[in-house]
């Protein structure tokens, strides 16, 4: 099993930035990608980047641009620099470690962007 921990998440104003970290432990493949998926209220979680450990970097069309995903392999941690920050982008922000054998979720992190 893999552990994974968020932390970064808060309050800003729209235009502001904030950057999220997950550190994984546990049983780490080398071989994985991590990435960033979001809950708003209401609402179904949806994609917003992805990291492979070769790194490879997906993004959701709505937040290229804005968004920058990075990882440190050593460390199995991954980040999402968030900047220009929108009140849509206002969600809970969950980190995804995905490996051939384990999908794992972290607890989730609340991004909260005012107008």
Sequence with gaps: QVQLVESGG????AGGSLRL????SGST??????GWYRQAPGKPREFVA???SGGT???ADSVKGRFTISRDNIKTTVYLQMNTLKPEDTAVYYCNFKSYSLDSW???TLV???S
């Design 10 to 13: 808060g309050l800003v104003h």
């Design 21 to 24: 970290s997950c550190a994984a």
């Design 29 to 34: 493949s080398r071989f994985n990608t991590m």
């Design 50 to 52: 992805t990291i492979s």
């Design 57 to 59: 970097t997906n993004y």
């Design 106 to 108: 972290g607890k989730g």
């Design 112 to 114: 909260t962007v005012s």
